[in-house]
């Protein structure tokens, strides 16, 4: 079994001689390969990824031009992996490549990803308070149980890699995009190490991003094959409500003997959410129909293949 390492790199020289040391360490008599994705570094890293890949034939390295964040680190790297096994970690030594085996194992319990869980954790409170937070939410909404969805330690079979399409800030939802397909996730307390060179990447907009790549990934998840159910139940609920209004304001005309201009503010309110909820019934048919034609598509393209 080949193991794939996938680690993106950051401005982290201090760290990657020794992490290097300790993957080798961690992987023992074990087939590897670690590719090194350099995220538009400015202090050097990438010269010392170089001279490790001269040193070691399996060591790869990929540089971007410039920074573009953690999600395409790894996306890029999961393209150029070609490991049985892949195995995330960051670069900056708080993840432990000892964990090798034991993810390794767990993930031989019949599971497809296997994340890490920094149960004790040695960062300080402003950045944990946050994130067992929308750790919390995140594991209500999307119905995966585990604790800790943005370690940075984990373990995929190359099944999982090849399926998620990871971009913006989804490096952080990655095994409830993975649950969503269906694949058996699981995780393991891993050892969470203090940070011993440099300084954080992540400041305190990571956690407002974090929320709408949430709402991203719920949504697309959910309603990407079936938009007519988002758009419709809404539109469904607001033409309801409108013509409930009008019903009302036709009753008090004709029962109550109140004319209409009396109740104008009200009539026209049920006119709004009338129009409102048929331009949303509309906009679900509408992406119902791309939905089904992207199907098709693919569908014929499936066929020729096989042809």
């Known amino acids: 079994m080949k193991i794939s390492f996938v680690i993106p790199v950051y401005n982290e020289k201090d760290s990657l001689e020794e992490l290097y040391n300790e993957i080798i360490a961690g992987v023992g008599s074990k087939t590897y390969e670690i590719i090194f994705i350099d995220d538009g570094s400015t202090d050097g890293s990438v010269n010392i990824i170089e001279q490790l890949a001269k040193m070691d034939s399996n060591v790869i390295v990929i540089q971007f031009y410039r920074n573009y964040g953690k999600s395409a680190a790894l996306s890029e790297g999961f393209k150029h992996a070609e490991g049985d096994c892949i195995i995330t970690m960051d670069a900056d030594l708080q993840d432990d490549p000892a964990e090798v085996d034991s993810l390794l194992l767990k993930l031989n319990e019949g599971y497809d990803l296997v994340s890490g869980w920094k149960k004790d954790r040695k960062d300080p409170l402003s950045k944990k308070l946050p994130s067992k937070f929308f750790n919390l939410i995140t594991r209500i909404f999307t119905g995966v149980k585990i604790h800790d969805f943005n370690c940075g330690l984990k373990i995929y079979r190359k099944s999982v890699i090849k399926t998620l399409d990871i971009y913006g800030g989804r490096h952080r939802y990655i095994p409830a995009l993975a649950g969503q397909k269906k694949f058996k996730v699981s995780e393991i307390v891993v050892n969470h190490r203090p940070r011993k060179h440099g300084e954080t990447k992540y400041g305190g907009r990571r956690f407002f991003h974090g929320f709408f790549d949430l709402i991203s990934v719920l949504f697309l998840s959910k309603y990407i094959q079936s938009p007519l159910y988002f758009f419709g139940q809404i539109g469904l609920f607001t033409f309801a409500a409108g013509s409930i209004i009008e019903g ?17 503010a009200l009539l026209i309110l049920g006119v709004l959410l009338i129009v409102i909820g048929i331009q949303f019934f509309s906009i679900g048919l509408i992406g119902e129909m791309i939905a089904n034609s992207n199907q098709d598509k693919e569908a014929r393209i499936k066929k020729i293949t096989k042809s």
């Open 248 to 264: 009302y304001v036709l009753y008090l005309k004709y029962f109550e003997g109140e004319p209409f201009a009396k109740h104008f």
